[in-house]
């Protein structure tokens, strides 16, 4: 099994553009898109927001300051692209320099769903920027797709 298929895995120390993960979810592509765009469940998993799953909607994430990588708190973010139950990707700008995309892929997966997700365009000469894809590889991974699940076992079906 090659790392991109491993449950939860990343590639964070490797491409330093980007940071790469995916998770098995015991649950259909529908319950999985609900948790990753009801703006409500979203708030419980990432951050605070008053997001819309329309292509070209601005909004914005607020969350705690991170005065080490120039964080002020607030993301703002715009909706790039939306599948239904299949693909989400935002472009996410906060804090010095950050101009990244993120998207979220599903692809049923047994009775379940595997979770893609994509952070990208992270600078790597940038000491600052190298700094936030690692704290935010870690944070994605074991926080992230974490309160994701706990939120999918909550949910009704």
């Not at 979203?42 to 991170?66: Q, S």
């Not at 703002?76 to 935002?90: A, N, S």
């Given at each position: 099994?090659?790392?991109?298929?491993?449950p939860?895995?990343?590639?964070?120390d490797d491409?330093?553009?980007?940071?790469h993960?995916?998770?098995?979810l015991?649950?259909?592509?529908?319950?999985?898109?609900?948790?990753?765009?009801?703006p409500?469940?979203?708030?419980?998993?990432?951050?605070?927001?008053?997001?819309?799953p329309?292509?070209g909607?601005?909004?914005?994430?607020?969350?705690k300051?991170?005065?080490?990588?120039?964080?002020d708190g607030?993301?703002d973010?715009?909706?790039?692209?939306?599948?239904?139950?299949?693909?989400?990707?935002?472009?996410?700008?906060?804090?010095r320099n950050?101009?990244w995309?993120?998207?979220?892929?599903?692809?049923?997966?047994?009775?379940?769903?595997?979770?893609?997700?994509?952070?990208?365009?992270?600078?790597?000469?940038?000491?600052?920027?190298?700094?936030?894809?690692?704290?935010?590889?870690s944070?994605?991974?074991?926080?992230?797709?974490?309160?994701?699940?706990?939120?999918l076992?909550?949910?009704?079906?």
């Amino acid at each position: 099994m090659s790392d991109r298929t491993r449950p939860g895995t990343a590639d964070v120390d490797d491409d330093l553009r980007s940071i790469h993960l995916d998770q098995f979810l015991a649950h259909p592509p529908a319950k999985v898109w609900r948790a990753i765009t009801d703006p409500a469940l979203m708030a419980r998993w990432l951050m605070p927001n008053d997001f819309k799953p329309v292509v070209g909607h601005r909004f914005t994430y607020v969350t705690k300051p991170m005065e080490a990588v120039g964080f002020d708190g607030v993301v703002d973010c715009e909706v790039l692209e939306v599948v239904r139950e299949r693909l989400l990707r935002i472009s996410w700008r906060g804090g010095r320099n950050a101009d990244w995309t993120v998207t979220w892929r599903l692809e049923p997966e047994g009775t379940g769903t595997r979770l893609f997700l994509d952070h990208e365009g992270f600078d790597p000469d940038d000491a600052t920027q190298q700094l936030s894809r690692r704290i935010m590889g870690s944070g994605w991974r074991s926080g992230h797709f974490r309160a994701i699940a706990t939120i999918l076992d909550e949910l009704p079906d």
